[in-house]
Every structure is written in structure tokens, then in C-alpha cells.
């Protein structure tokens, strides 16, 4: 498609494209299943490969961080909740690295996490992939975009 990616990618960068993709996910609703949320405007979202990351308010929407090994406890106190993970294997992606690829592959996936008292009635607790959306992130005119790469639903629904 001709885009070019920067050589290399500081930490502005990063946080810009991680804004650019949440943007879409959450103003935009191309996350799927969007009305799982119970509220709309204030997100969670796994602290996972974003220890480091600044996350601005998107409009009105805000995002609290939340470290991985909390949900868990988190669900069995308040009840069943959707968070957010991001997540991108491309070394372009990586804070100070170089890479010759023309875009970067930024996936946000919704999840959602199941009480634990689930288990005694033999459903399923613990985490659990509701869908993701890939963006293709490059950088043109000066700017990151961002565009729809795929879109995947679980074919197992919400339990």
C-alpha cells in the first residue's frame, strides 16, 4: 500500500499509536460485542504490555490500568466484568527498536472475567476472549493511522 513505518519508534510513538487504537475500539465501537461493558465510558484495561504506557482520557472516555494478576480477585468481589488487553508482536512496536515493515499489527481484544464461584456449578470462570479487532498502524503525512485489519467474534458468544 506504500506506507512507510518509521525506523524507529520512541515511547511518544507508541503511546500515540496505543491511543489511536483504543480511539477506534471504544468512539468508534469497532470492538465486538461493545455492549458488554456495563459502563460505557470508563474502561479497564490489563496493564500487560502497557506497564509503562500513559493512557489519556479518548473524548469521554477513560481508561484505568489493571495488573493481570488482580482480575481474578477483582471478578470475585464485584462480579463478572469486560476489560481491555493490547497487545502487538511486531519488534516495530517495541519502544526504541528499528524495523523495515511498512505497518505494525495492533490487536485490542475484550475479555471477559467470570466469577470463580462459576466453577461450583460447573461453568466457566476465569478469563474468557469475547472478540478482537487488529488495526494495521502506519505512518503517513507526519501522523500515525490506523485502519481495520480484522475483526474476529468468539463463536462461543457470551456465557
Known amino acids: 500500500m506504500g506506507f512507510t513505518c518509521k525506523k524507529e519508534i520512541t515511547k511518544d510513538d507508541r503511546s500515540e499509536i496505543i491511543q489511536i487504537c483504543l480511539t477506534k475500539s471504544v468512539s468508534e465501537r469497532t470492538l465486538p460485542k461493545y455492549f458488554l461493558f456495563s459502563d460505557s465510558v470508563n474502561y479497564l484495561i490489563s496493564s500487560e504490555n502497557i506497564e509503562n504506557d500513559t493512557l489519556l482520557p479518548i473524548l469521554d472516555f477513560t481508561f484505568q490500568k489493571i ?24 519488534p516495530c512496536f517495541i519502544e526504541d527498536s528499528k524495523s523495515d515493515d ?22 466457566y470462570y476465569g478469563w474468557y476472549c469475547i472478540g478482537c479487532v487488529s488495526y494495521n498502524v502506519y505512518y503517513k503525512n507526519n501522523k500515525w493511522n490506523a485502519e481495520i485489519g480484522s475483526v474476529i467474534v468468539s463463536r462461543y458468544g457470551y456465557m
Open 67 to 90: 495488573a493481570p494478576d488482580k482480575l481474578q480477585a477483582r471478578a470475585d468481589s464485584i462480579g463478572d466484568f469486560s476489560y481491555l488487553t493490547i497487545f502487538s508482536n511486531y
Open 102 to 123: 511498512d505497518t505494525i499489527r495492533v490487536t485490542v481484544t475484550h475479555r471477559r472475567v467470570f466469577t470463580e464461584n462459576r466453577k461450583d456449578y460447573g461453568a
